[in-house]
């Protein structure tokens, strides 16, 4: 192994943790955002929507982007982006400035998630073993990190920029020191050249784990940005209590990253994969029928063993069909396809849980999401690797495929 790989895979971890701890500082401190800015419980689901519509436009330009800008240099900048947006949502006081932040936020994050993603995808090819669930598995370790620290601001009652200054002023600089050594893939321009619609061109393929992604993060998106509101308002708990939930369930899911490389390796893509679905659908049962706080963190802790493993499966679902393709340049425009269907989860999932809970009954709410993991199982063949080729359940001795090391500022 050699060391720009080594030295790429840790720092590519590490960007992952940032965006983690950003994003579950934003997410598990929602009610206080509400409090701050006066937005009403009408008015909440079209801020929370606005984010993952900006998020996919950036997505979509990432596709653009990375045919002329290495996806290092893109994650480079537009993570200390999302980080000061961050802290302008809690530094800011009138609701224009609300709206500017989490538009910057949401447009930056989109980048962010697409150029790290096709780092992932791109450093797994080159190491010939599943190793994407250990970069998730970062993210959910800054989820962590995150949510307790919001935890720690709701308890001491801390306003949100006393909460937020400190972490953007340590991370920020860390990141752009750590983001001299990512590693980037190969150059697409050769396949770009030989397909006329270029490197993303006739990506039907790409159809079922597009349907995954968005069920995952409709699941995902439920959790984030209802299971406060959910623990509080319907199970009955404190405003500190329910910042936990999120927090138990990135533990589980830091826990199911941690060994899902491991699971992958032995049992397989679509075993693990399916076996993930079905413990989310348990969990939003047991979530649906909490009598009390303490059930439903169960259920949250079961959301998390379970919803772990799609999100990176799926991305390295995609990296590997394009490449059993013949075309490896093809790998970043899927992944930036793909990382649409993220939001596209996260723009169904918000609004739709919230207009439920509002119309009928959040637990109700709560099934919806059960239903609609189920139907990863319909698609879990599209995991299969092809016999013979990269992730088809052995390793290779070499590792040759990033032609790039860290770029320099």
């Not at 689901?45 to 290092?72: N, W, Y």
């Not at 199970?235 to 899911?253: D, F, I, K, R, W």
Request: hydrophobic share 50%; net charge positive; charged share 15%.
């Amino acid at each position: 192994m050699t060391d720009v790989l080594r030295r790429g895979r840790a720092s590519l971890a590490f960007s992952f943790l940032v965006q983690g701890v950003a994003f579950a500082l934003l997410v598990t401190r929602i009610p206080a955002i509400q409090d701050r800015y006066g937005v009403s419980d009408a008015l909440l689901p079209a801020f929370l929507a606005a984010v993952p519509i900006l998020a996919g436009m950036g997505s979509v330009a990432t596709e653009r982007l990375v045919k002329r800008i290495p996806p290092s240099r893109l994650l480079r900048w537009s993570q200390p982006v999302v980080l000061l947006a961050l802290l302008g949502v809690g530094a800011g006081e009138r609701m224009a400035v609300l709206g500017v932040a989490l538009a910057a936020f949401g447009l930056a994050v989109g980048v962010l998630d697409a150029s790290m993603n096709m780092l992932g995808v791109s450093l797994q090819r080159a190491y010939g073993r599943s190793i994407m669930l250990s970069f998730h598995a970062a993210y959910s370790a800054g989820g962590i990190v995150g949510a307790s620290l919001a935890w720690v601001g709701a308890h001491w009652e801390l306003a949100l920029w006393v909460s937020y200054l400190p972490v953007v002023l340590l991370l920020l600089p860390a990141a752009l020191v750590g983001s001299r050594w990512y590693a980037d893939g190969p150059a697409a321009e050769e396949d770009t050249q030989e397909n006329g619609k270029g490197a993303g061109g006739g990506l039907k393929w790409l159809l079922p784990l597009c349907l995954v992604m968005t069920v995952a993060y409709i699941g995902d998106s439920t959790v984030s940005n209802w299971s406060a509101k959910y623990l509080q308002d319907v199970l009955g708990s404190s405003e500190q209590l329910a910042t936990v939930p999120y927090n138990v369930y990135m533990v589980t899911t830091l826990l199911g990253r941690a060994i899902g490389d491991v699971g992958v390796r032995r049992f397989g893509a679509v075993a693990v994969v399916r076996a993930g679905a079905l413990v989310a659908a348990v969990g939003f049962a047991v979530v649906a029928g909490a009598s009390g706080a303490w059930v439903g963190m169960l259920g949250f802790t079961l959301l998390g063993l379970g919803l772990c493993v799609l999100v990176p499966q799926t991305f390295a679902a995609a990296g590997r069909r394009a490449y059993e393709s013949g075309r490896p340049g093809a790998s970043d425009a899927a992944v930036a396809r793909l990382n649409v269907f993220n939001y596209v989860g996260f723009l169904i999932g918000s609004p739709l849980v919230g207009a439920l809970g509002d119309t009928w009954s959040y637990r109700g709410a709560m099934l919806v999401p059960m239903v609609l993991v189920l139907v990863t199982l319909v698609c879990a063949k599209s995991f299969a690797a092809q016999p013979d080729r990269y992730g088809g359940g052995h390793e290779r001795a070499r590792t040759a495929d990033v032609g790039r090391g860290g770029n320099g500022l």
